[in-house]
């Protein structure tokens, strides 16, 4: 079965720190542009920060520009999100997503083939 599971949200008082994990099973994500999307309640979902095959490039939104990090463990099959300097603003379900495109981060969800289910992520003191 092909899928993402991510794991690492929760409750983190503004300021913190927290590290999302994205775990993929029944594919190898070598090949694959990896990307986090985030959706807070009555938003549309937005494109927070994504990673390319090729030569691993990295793409951020200009709201957490500085503050979060993507990267990628091959050998772990995993995609990570670190998020310092949390803000209430950050405060979503994020879910990760996969394109077969790996040389390109898209900007349509519509472009990605794998989903996650999502780790609510909540940033209040």
């Known amino acids: 079965q092909l899928q993402l599971v991510e794991s690492g949200g929760g409750l983190v008082q503004p300021g913190g720190s927290l590290r999302l994990s994205c775990a993929a099973s029944?594919?190898?994500?070598?090949?694959?542009?990896m990307k986090w999307f985030r959706q807070a309640p009555g938003k549309e979902r937005e494109g927070v920060s994504c990673?390319?095959?090729?030569?691993?490039?990295?793409y951020y939104a200009d709201s957490v520009k500085g503050r979060f990090t993507i990267s990628r463990d091959n050998a772990k099959n995993t995609v990570y999100l670190q998020m310092n300097s949390l803000k209430p603003d950050d405060t979503a379900v994020y879910y990760c997503?996969?394109?077969?495109?790996?040389?390109?981060?898209?900007?349509?969800?519509?472009?990605?083939?794998?989903w996650g289910q999502g780790t609510q992520v909540t940033v209040s003191s």
């Open positions: 997503a996969a394109s077969s495109y790996g040389y390109y981060c898209s900007e349509s969800p519509g472009s990605y083939d794998y």
């Open positions: 990673i390319v095959s090729s030569d691993g490039s990295t």
């Open positions: 029944g594919f190898t994500l070598d090949y694959y542009a």
